[in-house]
């Protein structure tokens, strides 16, 4: 799937990328600032997350619950330096637990991502608006 949009449409955008039933694993590409934690708040709003998002750059994970009792863990793994450091705080037990899984900066953790697993990629076009790959 390939959606340009504009940061007005996120709801939109994200009910599109839901309705698509990717896998639950997801990794975010993109450069820094284009809009992939913005993205993945609106993709919790969409889920129905009790309470605020917020990135998880310095903690690595947050967790969220839905009102219909899900969880949801949103990793930021810019800071990590060694594979290992995701491996310490237990990452394979998040990413095969069966709950939705939005990983940003998933580069870091290149042998430890579950084979099923779904990319979004996003990129900034010249315009403003934002260029979307599901795959």
Avoid at 49 to 78: C, M, Q, R, W
Avoid at 92 to 105: A, H, K, P, R
């Amino acid at each position: 799937m390939e959606i340009t949009f504009s940061l007005q449409q996120l709801e939109e955008v994200a009910q599109k990328i839901i309705d698509s039933s990717p896998n639950k694993v997801i990794l975010f590409h993109g450069e820094m600032g284009v809009g992939k934690t913005t993205l993945i708040k609106q993709l919790c709003k969409t889920l129905e997350v009790i309470g605020a998002t917020s990135s998880p750059t310095f903690s690595l994970v947050n967790e969220y619950e839905t009102k219909s009792n899900h969880i949801i863990y949103h990793f930021d793994f810019y800071r990590l330096n060694k594979e290992s450091e995701a491996l310490d705080m237990g990452v394979d037990d998040y990413l095969y637990s069966g709950n939705w899984c939005f990983i940003e900066w998933a580069e870091k953790i290149p042998n430890l991502i579950p084979e099923i697993h779904s990319v979004i990629s996003i990129s900034l076009l010249p315009d403003g608006n934002r260029l979307l790959q599901l795959n």
